[in-house]
T-cell receptor, first 112, second 114 residues
Framework: SQQGEEDPQALSIQEGENATMNCSYK?????LQWYRQNSGRGLVHLIL?????REKHSGRLRVTLDTSKKSSSLLITASRAADTASYFC????????????FGKGMKLTVNP | NAGVTQTPKFQVLKTGQSMTLQCAQD?????MSWYRQDPGMGLRLIHY???????DQGEVPNGYNVSRSTTEDFPLRLLSAAPSQTSVYFC?????????????FGEGSWLTVV
């Protein structure tokens, strides 16, 4: 069953603009992770935020986590054409589960 | 390090045939897993392993078999291929020192069952 659900499912912006993607989940989590997938390639880990963290930064990426609302957002600032990809959130549940549950993904297109 | 290597990249099977998707990692990761990715479905976990000799089922295990005889290798076997198994398959691995460690994915194997 899907845990994370990304929103919107597709987003098209101009280079230089910011892109915000949201993820909602259903059960208590240990951490939430964001991945990027370029067309025809495997997934690449972007950033992880733990359940006791509220915000995390990595370069042009900013992730927030609101456990009371069971939601997370990924902000990409000053987007580039190379950011064009699908983005997935994935959750690791509490209890030390070895499994990550992925959302269906969101397609970001950055137009030059 | 080569990371996670999957073979073959592309494969066409006839219904009822069997085959094995190979996965190897050279990072000495304890945890390995197989996912399938279908349009609009995200990634779904098929089987996973937390170490050599230990495997467990994921969300969609039916029709697939795995074994983990070494730390490096985690092959996925399709026992009798069906058109519903047409998908892109990803192998992944990570260290098992904590539930949050980064997962490394292979480049995928595109499988078509006709």
């Amino acid at each position: 069953s899907q845990q994370g659900e990304e929103d919107p499912q597709a987003l098209s912006i101009q280079e230089g603009e910011n892109a915000t993607m949201n993820c909602s989940y259903k059960t208590s989590i240990n951490n939430l992770q964001w991945y990027r997938q370029n067309s025809g390639r495997g997934l690449v880990h972007l950033i992880l935020i733990r359940s006791n963290e509220r915000e995390k930064h990595s370069g042009r990426l900013r992730v927030t986590l609101d456990t009371s609302k069971k939601s997370s957002s990924l902000l990409i600032t000053a987007s580039r054409a190379a950011d064009t990809a699908s983005y997935f959130c994935a959750t690791a549940n509490q209890g030390g589960s070895e499994k990550l549950v992925f959302g269906k993904g969101m397609k970001l297109t950055v137009n030059p | 390090n080569a990371g996670v290597t999957q073979t073959p990249k592309f494969q066409v099977l006839k219904t009822g045939q069997s085959m094995t998707l190979q996965c190897a990692q050279d990072m000495n990761h304890e945890y390995m897993s197989w996912y399938r990715q279908d349009p609009g479905m995200g990634l779904r976990l098929i089987h996973y392993s937390v170490g050599a000799g230990i495997t467990d089922q994921g969300e969609v295990p039916n029709g697939y078999n795995v074994s983990r005889s070494t730390t490096e290798d985690f092959p996925l076997r399709l026992l009798s291929a069906a058109p519903s198994q047409t998908s892109v398959y990803f192998c992944a691995s990570r260290r098992r020192t904590g539930s949050g460690n980064t997962i490394y994915f292979g480049e995928g194997s595109w499988l078509t069952v006709v």
